[in-house]
């Protein structure tokens, strides 16, 4: 097992300097025994302090031209990739993803921050209008709507990808021309602060453009999200904190991407051994620890079994091991108390009726890959966001009936529809409630090219460099 190269104490960044806190928050080294390293805890008066500074900066921020900030854009994702190596071993201590899947980190954050800066430039060049009057008595006005930045961006990010999430709400920030305030989850912080380092070291940002507050959530979350100096709000977390957010923040822009239940719809003309194959991934990819992880597998009652049977052997292939052995598919959750609530979800599951297949066991923060069958529609994790690494296969007897299981409960983030008939695929594609339907495929947000967000408890507005960077824009109409 590799030894850590990491002992760090970091800081806060506020007002374009390094600042200690009173208190600090270790980090788990999820990799090995021990942490890897603590981060400052702000308080709300440092919280307040950075709101403070982001404001002051906006109207530097909001001089800036596009260009320039593309320019910026660009460094960033340069020195992103020089310190590939100190983030891929951060990520794989803090998040507990395999080398294998933390590899690619740096080079998708790096790849956002350039789309950005394309994006950026683009400003410049389609967007804004002219607009001439149409209604009696305007005939004669002629007016200029043009973009401009929001303010203050807050932006709240998760712990599962503590990297590329966190980089596709500040580059959009920092493209659209906004302050920006950062306050990470204190699980995984360490990443975020190695991102801030890179960020104020390559480019040389009007102070309080940029401002890092790790801290607990419980302590500076509400001094953050009810401050009349946010405008706008990026998160990406759980539905209840979310709503909370959304509950404390009164009338700001908020573009948030929070929990998932996606269904995967398998019908009996779909290409079996493919939907296996990507139901698997899909449900213990990352320990299941992904908004658009696959949570329960909806199969036509004729193809239940067989559907089973080869995601049993699907699941035999995925390597659990040393988390820097690039033989390694799976690592731990997050935590022993995430690991717990699995647990329960599976156990309740079973006592309902629902087979074990395989897995079900956990061990600290471990939870096998686990695979449940003929699970009963009314189960918790049907219905529930798992965050786990468990496909749970339940059957279905019509099109409608697993259309209305797939619209049961109040999450609609993604989904997902196997099936060779194209017609049935767009007509479920159309039916099913969620923010994105993808066909024969596991649900996957990508670099975000696509536009991507939920419906009802899933979120609000939707996310993708372009689009979040729309959402991050407002517009002032000059009338001539």
């Known amino acids: 097992m590799s030894e850590s190269s990491l002992s760090q104490r970091e800081e806060l960044y506020i007002d374009g300097t390094w600042r200690d806190g009173d208190d600090t928050i270790p980090v788990r080294d999820l990799a090995a025994d021990g942490t890897v390293g603590e981060i400052a805890a702000a308080d709300p008066d440092q919280a307040t302090a950075a709101l403070a500074a982001a404001e002051r900066a906006e109207s530097a921020m909001r001089e800036t031209t596009p260009v320039e900030r593309a320019d910026w854009l660009e460094s960033i994702a340069d020195e992103i990739e020089a310190r590939a190596d100190e983030l891929v071993d951060t990520i794989i201590r803090e998040a507990g993803k395999p080398i294998s899947s933390a590899r690619g980190a740096p080079a998708a954050a790096a790849k956002r921050f350039r789309r950005a800066a394309a994006e950026a430039r683009d400003l410049s060049v389609n967007h804004g209008e002219y607009r001439e009057g149409s209604t009696a008595g305007h005939e004669g006005w002629r007016a200029i709507v043009k973009p401009e930045p929001m303010g203050t961006v807050l ?19 920092l493209a659209a021309g906004n302050s920006v305030v ?15 380092d890179a960020i104020t070291t390559a480019v040389d940002l009007p102070d309080g453009a940029f401002n890092f507050v790790p801290g607990r959530g419980s302590e500076i979350g509400d001094t953050l999200a009810g401050d009349d100096r946010v405008d706008s709000i990026a998160m990406t977390g759980s539905s209840g904190a979310g709503q909370h957010i959304a509950r404390e923040s009164g009338m700001v822009n908020l573009v948030m991407e929070l929990g998932g239940n996606a269904p995967a719809i398998v019908f009996p003309d779909a290409a079996l051994e493919d939907a296996a194959g990507a139901c698997t991934a899909g449900s213990v990819k990352f320990g299941g620890q992904r908004c658009s992880a696959v949570s329960r597998v909806l199969a036509h009652e004729s193809v239940h079994d067989e559907l089973v049977d080869r995601i049993e052997r699907s699941m035999d292939s995925w390597v659990v091991g040393d988390l820097f052995d690039e033989e390694t598919d799976f690592g731990p959750l997050i935590d022993a108390d995430h690991a717990e609530y699995v647990d329960e979800l ?7 009726g629902a087979d074990l297949v395989c897995g079900g066991e956990r061990d600290g923060a471990f939870y096998e890959p686990t695979l449940l069958a003929n699970v009963p529609h009314d189960a918790r994790i ?11 296969v339940t059957s279905f007897q019509e099109e409608s009936e697993a259309i209305e299981l797939a619209n049961a409960g109040e999450l609609a983030l993604d989904a997902s529809v196997f099936t060779t008939d194209h017609d049935r695929a767009m007509r479920v594609a159309e039916a099913v409630d969620a923010g994105s339907v993808r066909l024969n495929g596991a649900p996957s947000h990508g670099l975000g090219d696509v536009p991507f967000g939920g419906n009802g408890a899933s979120g609000i507005n939707r996310e993708g460099i372009h689009s ?8 002032k109409s000059i009338i001539l």
């Open 155 to 173: 932006c709240i990010s998760p712990y599962n990808y503590p990297l590329q999430t966190t980089v596709l709400q500040i580059a959009p920030a």
């Open 182 to 196: 950062l306050k990470p989850s204190s699980k995984t912080p360490l990443t975020a602060a190695i991102l801030t």
């Open 346 to 352: 599976v156990d309740e599951a079973i006592d309902a």
């Open 382 to 392: 049907i219905h529930e966001e798992q965050f786990g690494p468990v496909a749970a």
């Open 468 to 475: 979040t960077i729309e959402q991050m824009l407002r517009t």
